[in-house]
């Protein structure tokens, strides 16, 4: 218990801290923003907060509220005070690392050294102010360094020096505060002084003046009334000049803002003078005389001068300690040197042991290298003579596929996708031609010219095909499948060559071309040739979507094992009947999807077999047909490494619906290679589009 009560005091101390810290920013945050309006008020608050974090370990807090003290105090002329606060700030800022506050020191350090007439150290302050700024990635900070430096090269008169950094300031424009603003356009209007070009001038203050009186701005207004009054006078405009110059002055001395006050009478007896009343100059340097003494008080500069040859002792005090403490490390440096030497001479010893061993092991297992390489290139020469296998092979496996050129002559709309997994596949595409009179084979040709086995021409031999109609019109019809054999790879290829020959057997020997009764003969068939084998209830065989297509009249015959044919048909176009409605799988606002399914088997072996169904759909134009394998749908991949699905890829499909199939056919590669990503292809890909 009584270490859970002292648990308990230490974390409310410690959240007791940490309020207090964030309030105190709070606090002299707040201080800040009420600077331009109400000094006085900023100034009270920020002593308020020191006083009460005197004893406190809180010094970013403390440096903090120094540093807004010190803006007060170089506004009210202090001099000596400011020093001391703003070299206080940076002692801290500089042990904690805080880089952006540290910078606004040395920015408004600069200024004050400015203002006694210390330019060269004014200008250094400065320089490192931006550098830290930039450091600090605080873009405000480096708008308002840039602001001061622009001020610096227009006092000096160096305008080419200024120019260089107003352009710059521009580049922040758009992310500059309202108060950074007042200082853009003063800075640009002194520069336009500086050059004669008077016009630009008081129209660069009288947008300055606008801002300084938006945000309440009391030393900026004054200044900036003395220094439009500043161009009046240079255009010898001595009635303007003296209105704005006594306004200016009555700010300043309401507020005391005694450096104001100074620039206002300075500029005021320019103007008597300019006028011939030199006995209103007079006057008017008398009371000037009164405010410059207040400022440049000799006792005030020479305890700032006091104040800075503390600091710059101090600061030689650090680096000889430094240097101390580096000879000192030089030393013991030695010293561990010296061990050093002793260790490397055992280590040495150990080494020459170690080298023994290795060398002896370096024997035995360059033996071991040698016989490992030998092995290694027999294996080289075996996977060489695989390979040439493989590729030989394929262009075995080319010869049966159609060529895409006899596909595009028949199917002049349409587009294959064909990727297989290795070299050669499982998967394959077919396609006939044929001449028939109302079902009845006048005869068909192969149309793949790379193949020197194709079936030739014939006529009809089967006595039990439809015999043609009485017009005797002749019926152009292709069949077209998607097949996707057992395996993929060699034996996958191996497969789908018997397969694609029982195909072309089918159509020979049955002379019609009806897709069911293909699909009966052509599983007839791969049993059989399967069966001679050794082997028994060998499950090879294929999956396949056939399609028969008769160009005349537009009627698709379609059976599956497996696989099914899917139909896209504009909405708009489309004839629905009830029995169309059975096989409608998906709708969007302009296209229906319609899915006629392939039987539950395949070609080949099965435990239940059953005669392949055949279905039959009058065609519109413009209607799509899809058959494919299921490499696509299977493919693992995206975000979640999950299979792509058959629902999306129609969901994909109608989405492309009102593309040319070329680039449908480009869709869905870069689809498939972008979802399967770095991922291995899991199973031969064929993908067959066709536009009626």
């Given at each position: ?578 029995e169309q409605e059975q096989y409608l799988s998906l709708t969007t606002d302009n296209y229906l999807l319609y899915e006629l399914k392939g039987d539950k088997q395949p070609v080949g072996n099965h435990f239940k077999e059953k005669p392949f169904t055949g279905h039959q759909e009058q ?27 058959y629902s999306q890829l129609k969901e994909l499909l109608l989405s492309i619906a009102h593309k040319p199939l070329q680039e449908q056919r480009q869709v869905l590669d870069q689809t498939f290679e972008s979802w399967k990503g770095d991922l291995e292809q899991l199973d031969d890909v ?7």
């Amino acid at each position: 218990m009584k270490l859970k009560g002292y648990i308990i005091l230490l974390l409310g101390v410690f959240l007791n801290g940490f309020i207090l810290a964030q309030t105190t920013l709070d606090r002299i945050q707040y201080a800040s923003d009420l600077y331009f309006s109400n000094p006085d008020s900023s100034y009270l608050i920020c002593k308020e907060v020191e006083e009460k974090l005197k004893n406190t370990r809180n010094q970013i807090e403390i440096g903090e509220a120094q540093l807004c003290q010190a803006r007060y105090l170089l506004l009210k002329t202090r001099f000596d005070e400011a020093t001391t606060k703003l070299n206080s700030a940076i002692s801290i800022f500089e042990e904690e690392n805080r880089i952006s506050s540290l910078a606004k020191c040395h920015s408004l350090k600069a200024i004050l050294l400015d203002r006694i007439s210390n330019d060269d150290e004014a200008l250094q302050h400065q320089r490192k102010a931006y550098n830290l700024y930039v450091k600090a990635k605080d873009l405000k900070g480096q708008v308002s360094s840039l602001t001061n430096l622009s001020l610096d090269f227009i006092e000096a008169g160096q305008n080419d020096s200024s120019l260089f950094y107003l352009n710059k300031l521009l580049e922040y424009e758009d992310q500059m505060k309202s108060t950074s603003r007042y200082f853009l356009h003063q800075n640009f209007a002194m520069y336009y002084y500086n050059t004669k070009d008077y016009p630009a001038a008081i129209s660069s203050f009288e947008k300055a003046l606008q801002v300084a009186e938006d945000l309440q701005m009391i030393d900026s207004k004054a200044t900036c009334l003395m220094l439009t009054a500043k161009v009046y006078l240079a255009q010898k405009k001595y009635q303007q000049a003296e209105e704005l110059l006594l306004k200016s002055l009555a700010i300043a001395q309401e507020n005391q803002l005694l450096h104001e006050t100074n620039e206002a009478y300075i500029k005021l007896i320019e103007l008597y003078e300019s006028q011939g009343n030199y006995k209103q100059a007079f006057a008017t340097e008398k009371l000037n005389d009164q405010v410059e003494k207040e400022i440049y008080n000799l006792d005030k500069i020479n305890k700032i001068n006091e104040i800075e040859s503390q600091l710059k002792l101090k600061e030689k005090e650090t680096i000889i300690a430094q240097k101390e403490l580096d000879i000192k490390n030089e030393q013991l440096n030695t010293m561990e040197a010296r061990s050093e030497v002793t260790q490397l001479i055992y280590l040495v010893a150990l080494f020459v042991l170690v080298l023994i061993f290795v060398v002896i092991i370096l024997l035995r297992t360059r033996k071991l290298n040698s016989r490992i390489q030998t092995q290694k290139l027999m294996l080289e020469e075996k996977n060489t003579e695989i390979t040439d296998s493989i590729n030989y092979a394929k262009r075995i496996q080319s010869a049966i596929l159609p060529s895409t050129e006899s596909f595009t002559e028949h199917l002049p709309d349409s587009f294959i996708l064909y990727k297989p997994k290795d070299i050669v596949a499982g998967d394959f595409y077919w396609m006939q031609t044929i001449r028939s009179n109302e079902g009845g084979v006048m005869g068909y040709e192969p149309i793949n010219p790379k193949s020197q086995n194709s079936i030739p021409k014939t006529q009809n031999t089967n006595p039990n095909a439809q015999q043609p109609t009485s017009n005797n019109e002749p019926q152009n019809v292709i069949l077209f499948a998607a097949a996707d054999c057992t395996g993929h790879g060699v034996p996958g290829a191996l497969v789908s060559v018997v397969c694609s020959n029982a195909l072309n057997q089918s159509l020979k020997e049955l002379g019609n071309v009806s897709p069911s009764e293909i699909l009966e003969e052509t599983r007839r068939l791969v049993k059989d040739r399967f069966s001679k084998g050794n082997e028994t209830n060998v499950k090879d065989g294929m999956d396949i979507a056939l399609c028969s297509l008769n160009k005349n009249t537009n009627v698709v015959e379609f059976a599956g094992a497996n696989n099914p044919l899917w139909i896209i048909r504009n909405k708009e176009s489309a004839a629905r009947s009830q029995e169309q409605e059975q096989y409608l799988s998906l709708t969007t606002d302009n296209y229906l999807l319609y899915e006629l399914k392939g039987d539950k088997q395949p070609v080949g072996n099965h435990f239940k077999e059953k005669p392949f169904t055949g279905h039959q759909e009058q065609l519109q134009s413009g209607d799509i047909l899809y058959i494919f394998s299921d490499g696509f749908a299977d493919q693992f991949g995206g975000p979640k490494g999950k299979k792509f699905m058959y629902s999306q890829l129609k969901e994909l499909l109608l989405s492309i619906a009102h593309k040319p199939l070329q680039e449908q056919r480009q869709v869905l590669d870069q689809t498939f290679e972008s979802w399967k990503g770095d991922l291995e292809q899991l199973d031969d890909v064929c993908f067959i589009g066709v536009r009626i």
